[in-house]
């Protein structure tokens, strides 16, 4: 997603800098370009070398450095900069920023650049919640800064609240979202629902499956980073949730069916790729269930609702079919009988695919009848591969499925 696109990082003087340079690895490895600008006082915690062994590239300290392999710094990396990230900002360098202040290389390339700017402060807290700092907050997002953190926590200082640098993922999600904000899906609702669900047996137990969430999330987040607007339905997951989307936690299929039919009322797309438990106990025990008290157990299952069937709009419905057998046919039985426009058939038999791993071997069957059989990829290849499906499907005149109802 990052690949070859040129991120000019500024790194301001903070003791967060060192995380600067986790920052500037992690975009290095997502194919990035990273050009990195660093103020005077972000020297006094990590030394340019640091950056430089890091994104193999100059590192740019001063305005007038004669033996700079940029000439002109300022202007030419303001120029070719894809995305200008601020990462620590301090109150200090956001408060020149919010001035047009440029007396300094990262400053002057914030004022010469036309690319969007993203800014993850780090700071004590007294300092961010200054009205000052306040103020010149709200100025940059007025103009157009897109902010990343601070998160809540515990300072260098000893202090606790608001003022964290962002961790590594939230700030390289952002830098993501603001990249691709233009995409395909810009200005389109992407409802996603993921992970299983649990139905209780009593306060200490649960039916549930082995679904991770991980498939749902990376759709999740390739949408996000082509301008979609994205509402996750998660079911109980131990992965993080994605950043930059709208999350719903949910427990049960029932709290699943409520959650997806209020979301799919102003939805563009509806994805489910939640494994719904099928069926759940016809009554939750309200005490622990103990074995002295029988020598087996039964647990009578009622059946839970078919929330993709029941739910109807005029939005693109996809679904998931996870089988072991009969991969094609069951696929599209699925596709026909809850009437979706496009069914990912998941074999979760095959080697690393399906359920708990980073990959998928999938085949895409839409409603036309066309067949995509994709080889072994990775979850994110995946998502993007059934993203490109939805978009042609949003734009062709035929693709958009007028169903009468709504949920
Ligand atoms: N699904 C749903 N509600 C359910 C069960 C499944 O919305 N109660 C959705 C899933 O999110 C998925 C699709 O239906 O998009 C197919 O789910 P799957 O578990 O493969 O199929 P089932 O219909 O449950 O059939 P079976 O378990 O018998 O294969």
Redesign the pocket.
């Known amino acids: 997603m990052l690949s070859n696109k040129r991120i000019v990082l500024g790194v301001s003087g903070s003791i967060a800098a060192y995380k600067g340079a986790d920052l500037a690895s992690k975009l290095v490895q997502s194919g990035a370009i990273v050009d990195v600008i660093m103020t005077k006082a972000a020297m006094e915690f990590v030394t340019p070398l640091t950056f430089r062994a890091i994104t193999h590239r100059p590192v740019v300290t001063d305005w007038y450095d004669s033996s700079s392999e940029l000439s002109i710094q300022h202007v030419q990396l303001a120029e070719e900069a894809d995305l200008l990230l601020v990462a620590p900002a301090t109150a200090d360098i956001i408060a020149k920023l919010a001035l047009g202040i440029a007396d300094d290389p990262l400053c002057g390339t914030a004022l010469a650049t036309r690319a969007p700017m993203v800014i993850a402060p780090a700071m004590d807290a007294n300092m961010y919640d200054n009205p000052a700092t306040a103020e010149n907050v709200a100025k940059l997002k007025s103009r157009g800064a897109v902010f990343a953190g601070p998160g809540f926590g515990r300072m260098a200082s000893g202090l606790i609240g608001h003022g964290r640098l962002a961790e590594t993922p939230e700030i390289i999600a952002t830098v993501r979202q603001v990249l691709g904000r233009h995409g395909d899906l810009a200005g389109k609702h992407v409802v996603v629902?993921s992970g299983p669900t649990e139905e209780p047996i009593d306060p200490v137990r649960v039916i549930t499956n082995r679904s991770s969430g991980k498939m749902g999330f990376a759709i999740a987040e390739a949408a996000r980073d082509r301008g979609a607007r994205v509402t996750v339905i998660a079911g109980p997951v131990s992965v993080p949730y994605p950043f930059g989307v709208d999350i719903i936690p949910v427990h049960t299929?029932l709290e699943m069916?409520d959650a997806?039919f209020t979301a799919a009322r102003a939805c563009d797309v509806l994805i489910?790729?939640?494994?719904?438990?099928?069926y759940r106990p016809v009554t939750a025990v309200g005490r622990k269930i103990k074995k002295e008290d029988m020598a087996s157990l039964t647990i009578e299952l009622t059946k839970?609702?078919?929330?993709?069937?029941e739910?109807k709009g005029s939005f693109i419905k996809?679904?998931?079919?996870?089988?072991t057998e009969e991969l094609l046919r069951?696929a599209q039985s699925?596709l026909r009988g809850?009437e979706?426009d496009l069914?990912v058939a998941n074999d979760v038999t095959a080697p690393n695919s399906g359920f708990n791993v980073d990959t998928n071997k999938v085949t895409i069957i839409e409603r036309s009848g066309e067949i995509l059989d994709l080889p072994l990829m990775t979850k994110d290849e995946v998502a993007n591969k059934l993203l490109d499906r939805v978009a042609a499907l949003l734009t062709s005149p035929s693709g958009r499925p007028a169903k009468a109802g709504t949920p």
């Open positions: 629902s299929a069916r997806v489910m790729t939640a494994a719904v438990a099928d839970n609702p078919d929330i993709i069937s739910v996809v679904g998931f079919a996870a089988e069951n699925k809850k979706m069914i």
